[in-house]
């Protein structure tokens, strides 16, 4: 049996999903195959006033909280890469529905040592990100969040194209500037109460 894998003239097989795979750069090379990701453990974001921002949450988006803690330690310091970490982290749930293998969604971090600088508030710069959140109701949403400091990008659209077409959204930034989008799925997409 040939280890060498096809000729360059063989077309390249598809995935199970039709899609073409591509050959590598080295026929002989042997690859070990990739482990898939098999969760999202959480997601987590610098902010200013950690209790602000669990009002924000909890009041704003009807998160619950399910942790707070204080980090010092050897561990944490070497993780973030700051040698003199002190940090203080908050961590939510949605209201419903099983959490990932963490036990949370969402991780709130509020750096005392070394202090943080502004938040970027562009959505086009590299690195940032944004957290998008399935509400009922946008227009309540967006209005509640904007009472509790959120600085909306635009009031609420209808999407009018591509997969989300029918739906509703709204970009906006949380007190920190942390970039987040509410999106009201169209009602045909599965969610019961939209």
């Given at each position: 049996m040939?280890?060498?894998?096809?000729?360059?003239?063989?077309?390249?097989?598809?995935?199970?999903?039709?899609?073409?795979?591509?050959?590598?750069?080295?026929?002989?090379?042997?690859?070990?195959?990739?482990?898939?990701?098999?969760?999202?453990?959480?997601?987590?974001f610098?902010v200013?006033?950690?209790?602000?921002?669990?009002?924000?949450?909890?009041d704003?988006?009807?998160?619950?909280?399910?942790?707070?803690q204080?980090?010092?330690?050897d561990?944490?310091?070497a993780?973030v890469?700051?040698?003199?970490?002190?940090l203080?982290?908050?961590?939510?749930?949605?209201?419903e529905?099983?959490?990932?293998?963490?036990?949370?969604?969402?991780?709130l971090?509020?750096?005392?040592?070394?202090?943080?600088?502004?938040a970027?508030?562009?959505?086009?710069?590299?690195?940032?990100g944004?957290?998008?959140?399935?509400?009922?109701?946008?227009?309540?949403?967006?209005?509640?969040?904007?009472?509790?400091?959120?600085?909306?990008v635009h009031?609420?659209?209808?999407?009018?194209?591509?997969?989300?077409?029918?739906?509703?959204?709204?970009?906006?930034?949380?007190?920190?500037?942390v970039?987040l989008?509410?999106v009201q799925?169209?009602?045909?997409?599965?969610y019961?109460?939209?």
């Amino acid at each position: 049996m040939s280890t060498a894998g096809p000729s360059p003239d063989e077309p390249v097989p598809a995935d199970p999903v039709g899609h073409r795979r591509a050959r590598p750069a080295d026929l002989n090379e042997t690859r070990r195959p990739v482990q898939p990701v098999r969760s999202i453990f959480h997601v987590g974001f610098v902010v200013s006033d950690l209790d602000a921002s669990i009002r924000f949450y909890t009041d704003g988006l009807g998160l619950v909280l399910r942790h707070r803690q204080l980090q010092h330690n050897d561990y944490t310091r070497a993780l973030v890469g700051y040698p003199d970490a002190l940090l203080e982290v908050a961590q939510f749930n949605l209201a419903e529905g099983d959490p990932p293998a963490s036990g949370h969604i969402l991780e709130l971090v509020s750096y005392a040592r070394p202090t943080s600088g502004r938040a970027d508030r562009e959505r086009n710069t590299l690195g940032v990100g944004h957290l998008a959140f399935v509400v009922d109701d946008i227009h309540a949403s967006a209005e509640r969040l904007r009472t509790l400091g959120a600085e909306l990008v635009h009031e609420p659209i209808r999407i009018t194209a591509g997969i989300n077409e029918g739906g509703w959204t709204v970009y906006l930034r949380d007190p920190d500037g942390v970039n987040l989008e509410l999106v009201q799925p169209r009602r045909s997409e599965g969610y019961p109460n939209v």
